[in-house]
């Protein structure tokens, strides 16, 4: 079973402008870097803040890249994509890859990217990508154990000092938007294949 969010992935028009409003305002500070994609810190919150595509382009989910590298995964692959500034990848840390990729799959999910181990000199990652229930949102499934770097393979480090005065720790929780009626069917998925249960958020929520 998923054992926590290892990041979150936005997609956004301007990486440098969304950076400085994390760093600035937030206190976020530069985990690591490559092409078009910044990691940024605050407490244990960590977020993948990757450009947005601008033209038509490969139609994959995820670029495989050279050597031993963590893979693109893009938002709206091959096409301009439409929405705006957005969490599109939740990250999962796993124990156990390719187990929770095959419930997942047997729960409805379409595997993008099969289970898979990135080697590199820090350690080997194990990963796979897969849909969600919901519209726009895929997880990627890691784990982590054997690798020491800061991130994951392909991203240069940066020396990362978090700013005291912010305060951020951790991320509470995830809002996903739904239509109408959707909400019990990716609570069953959830449960069925991460373990989670619901979370009454006030004394008059029913079951």
Known sequence: MPGYVHHVQWSVADVQKCLQNLTLQFGFCVLGVRDGEVVVRAGQTVFLISQKETRRGDRSDAQPLPGTAYPRIRCCPGRECCHGDSVF???????????????????????????????????????????????????????????????????TEETCVTEDRIGLTYMDHITYVCREGESQAILDWYGETCGMVRFMINKEEGE
């Open 89 to 155: 990848n939740v990250c999962l840390e796993v124990d156990s890859v390719k187990s929770t990729c095959r419930t997942m799959e047997e729960n409805g999910s379409t595997v993008i990217m099969s289970p898979q181990t990135i080697p590199s000199p820090l350690g080997p990652v194990d990963f796979a990508l897969v849909t969600s229930p919901c519209d726009n949102v895929v997880h990627s499934l890691v784990n982590t154990q054997q690798f020491k770097g800061q991130f994951l393979p392909g991203f």
